[in-house]
């Protein structure tokens, strides 16, 4: 009997030092991670500021809608410092003439607001407009903030003609009669009439309101011949077009082909050709009474009547000149048997292969 409980104790040890051993080799369990608020898988990063000046503009773009030709066209443009910083207004660029901003100051304080007031002028044709301006500062982020002005220019006055032809032979020039109409059928008057050189004129009664008006110009001729192109400004009273504009051109009687002679890679005292016409533009017959040249580097070869026209064979010869660079010139004048004058004007340019020629000697 005690033999027996002997082996049962032994058993017992042998049993116990076994299950020591074995649970030494199972790897230790990993604690379980804590769970975060409302069991969610991941915790919420932070959220990340950026500290500094920041700039946020309201409305980016104005649309103007139908403007009138030359019209000034004003609005505003809000922005706000939203950063934490001062906000640095460094420049505001237009691209263009025709507009023009303004800012009262360049320096905004965090959650300080300011404007920018842009003045527009219309351009005087008609069609789409889109034009930028851009807002420089010192926001890192957003460093050139681009604003956008849109609108279509709309007539709101019509003239015609739009352009005059006058020609010396007609009565009165050829002048027709200028009609301006109120498209927006608002009434106007006539303010003001002034041509080039006053050689264009009209009666009108600055206090007759009308929807239409169709104004007979008188043209003096001795006036018209010393202001051969120029304009007629009409302004007026209507809301949206304070004036129309009207360009004339007077037809010369006498055309001279080249107007202006050019000679290129001359050499001195070498003489180049040339070949000028003097023509009447009204068909009418016509005599020369002379030619002659201003410095005699044009020399007339010959003169001859074809078809009514008159031919000139020119030779120009360039003179001695130690600065090749230099250009040379002369003056053709052709005078006809009423008086007239007719100029020609020539320029030379020396050819650079003889400057560079004398530059190595």
């Known amino acids: 009997m005690k033999r027996f409980f002997q082996i049962v104790v032994i058993l017992m040890v042998i049993g116990g030092l076994l299950y020591s051993a074995g649970a030494q080799e199972q790897p230790q ?35 103007f809608g139908k403007m009138a030709p030359g019209s000034k066209n004003k609005c505003e443009f809000r922005f706000k410092n939203v950063g934490d910083d001062v906000l640095k207004i460094k420049k505001v660029k237009k691209t263009c003439g025709c507009t023009v901003p303004q800012l009262s100051k360049k320096e905004y304080e965090p959650g300080e607001s300011g404007t920018v007031k842009v003045t527009y002028r219309a351009s005087k044709r008609a069609g789409a407009v889109s034009k930028h301006l851009y807002i420089q500062s010192n926001d890192k982020l957003n460093p050139k ?3 956008t002005i849109k609108g279509e220019v709309a007539k709101k006055i019509n003239v015609e003609p739009k352009r005059l032809k006058q020609i010396l032979k007609d009565e009165n020039a050829g002048c027709p009669p200028i009609t301006i109409t109120s498209l927006d059928k608002k009434p106007f008057s006539i303010k003001k009439f002034k041509s080039t050189g006053n050689c264009i004129f009209v009666d009108f009664d600055p206090t007759e309101k009308a929807q239409k008006f169709v104004l007979e110009p008188k043209v003096s001729m001795a006036k018209l011949r010393k202001n051969p192109n120029g304009r007629i400004d009409i302004e007026l009273t209507h809301p949206s077009t304070d004036r129309v504009t009207v360009n004339y051109n007077l037809l010369s009687r006498f055309k001279v082909d080249p107007p202006k002679i ?5 050499e001195p005292q070498k003489p180049t050709k040339k070949e000028v016409w003097v023509l009447n533009n009204y068909g009418e017959d016509f005599e020369i009474e002379s030619a002659s040249s201003e410095k005699g580097i044009i020399k007339i070869l010959s003169q001859e009547k074809v078809d009514g026209r008159y031919k000139f064979e020119l030779e120009i010869t360039p003179p001695e000149t130690k600065n090749l660079r230099k250009i040379f010139t002369d003056e053709l004048t052709v005078r006809v048997k009423d008086g007239e004058k007719l100029r020609v004007t020539c320029r030379g340019f020396y050819s650079r292969k003889l400057d560079t020629g004398q530059a190595k000697k």
């Open 29 to 63: 369990a990993q604690k379980p991670a804590p769970e975060t608020e409302a069991g969610s898988e991941q915790a919420e990063m932070p959220e990340v500021v950026v500290l500094g000046p920041k700039i946020q503009v309201e409305n980016p773009t104005h649309n």
């Open 145 to 147: 903030v681009t604003l």
């Open 262 to 266: 050019i000679v290129f890679n001359a």
